[in-house]
């Protein structure tokens, strides 16, 4: 049976796909929820109010990327890290995705970008190291705010963009899905302050990011 893997391992693995991400070298594992659906003639401020918001959750999903390999490299059970480990490759797809659908609108990536996961990791090493039950709580309550705020995106794209749409509803539902199963793999609700908090910070991306 292979033995797991030390933490100077995970560490170096943590690293590695932080490059990975950064480099935009993430791959998706399923089909983009856009490829089926045909490109609609979009205005110049159309083009330019979607890239906004697609550069906001491209760089929300480079800082998932960092959260989850921050929490799984000071994960306490193998469990709670194969947990991270599958939400983290779904966040790629998501990833992935949004970053072809910038380059098809003609937009660019937040040039923060490693900012975003580097902050981000160093989050989830925190979260990661007050156990795994806070820890998971910790997922629970990101993906609740995240899903609130791609609701937002979702009502705030142009009509017509209906892969920018098909891309963040289905970006939703996987969310949700995420912080469902953290809260019944034992994750606890965080306190109120600590939720504050993440949502100030939370905001301060989509903010920053919309610009640079």
């Known amino acids: 049976m292979q033995s797991p893997l030390r933490w100077s391992d995970r560490l170096i693995a943590a690293l590695d796909d932080g490059l990975r991400a950064l480099g ?8 983009s929820p856009a490829d089926e ?32 390999n921050g929490q799984a490299l000071l994960a306490r059970t193998s469990r709670t890290r194969s ?4 939400a983290a490759r779904e966040e790629s797809d998501h990833l992935a995705w949004c970053a072809a659908r ?4 003609g937009g660019r990536a937040s040039l923060l970008a490693p900012f975003w996961y580097a902050g981000s990791f160093c989050i989830g090493v925190l979260a990661g ?8 709580g910790f997922v629970a309550e990101t993906e609740r705010q995240v899903e609130a705020h791609l609701d937002d995106h979702l009502r705030r794209l142009p009509a017509a963009d ?33 939720r504050r908090c993440m949502g100030v910070g939370g ?4 903010r920053i990011a919309a610009l640079l």
């Open 24 to 31: 935009g070298a993430s791959s998706a594992a399923r089909p």
């Open 102 to 105: 910038l380059d098809e609108l």
């Open 37 to 68: 659906i045909d490109d609609a003639e979009l205005s110049g401020e159309e083009r330019r109010a979607s890239s906004a918001l697609l550069r906001v959750n491209h760089a929300g999903e480079l800082a998932a990327q960092g959260l989850y």
């Open 129 to 136: 190291s007050c156990g795994d039950e806070l820890s998971l």
């Open 162 to 194: 209906r892969k920018s749409k098909a891309i963040l509803a289905r970006m939703a539902a996987d969310e949700s899905h995420h912080g469902t199963m953290a809260s019944l793999a034992g994750g606890v609700e965080l306190p109120a302050p600590v």
């Open 203 to 206: 905001e301060m991306l989509r």
């Open 83 to 86: 947990q991270l480990g599958v």
